[in-house]
């Protein structure tokens, strides 16, 4: 089993960037694919990034592509959210998910077993 807890949301301008941290426990961390998910105010809930257990692989819903970067570090068993270049339709509940895949990385949040808590991101025009 996996605990998350997703630390680094706030409020900054259009344009500026965040640093957002998903922690996790236990020894098997490594042994999960990480996702990045968000839900914006009347919106469902929606894919923005994913990276495989051995960062061999990431994949990004196309809005994000170019501004966001994800990565990990499993010896410190955290993955990381780098957003740059934030617009206002960037804001949002941010939650990080573990799952296991076979194959590809996935986009759907039936595939991740565990969640984060969520943290919360306002951008500003």
């Known amino acids: 089993q996996v605990q998350l807890v997703e630390s680094g949301g706030g409020l900054v301008q259009a344009g500026g960037s965040l640093r957002l941290s998903c922690a996790g426990s236990?020894?098997?961390?490594?042994?999960?694919?990480m996702g990045w998910f968000r839900r914006a105010p009347g919106k469902e809930r929606e894919f923005v990034a994913a990276?495989?257990?051995?960062?061999?692989?990431?994949v990004y819903v196309d809005s994000v592509k170019g501004r966001f970067t994800v990565s990990r570090d499993n010896a410190k068993a955290t993955v990381y959210l780098q957003m740059n270049s934030l617009n206002p339709e960037d804001t949002g509940v941010y939650y990080c998910?573990?799952?296991?895949?076979?194959?590809?990385?996935?986009?759907?949040?039936?595939?991740?077993?565990?969640w984060g808590q969520g943290t919360q991101v306002t951008v500003s025009s």
């Open positions: 998910a573990a799952g296991r895949t076979a194959w590809s990385l996935s986009s759907y949040p039936r595939d991740y077993n565990y």
């Open positions: 990276i495989r257990r051995s960062s061999d692989s990431t």
């Open positions: 236990g020894r098997t961390f490594s042994t999960y694919d």
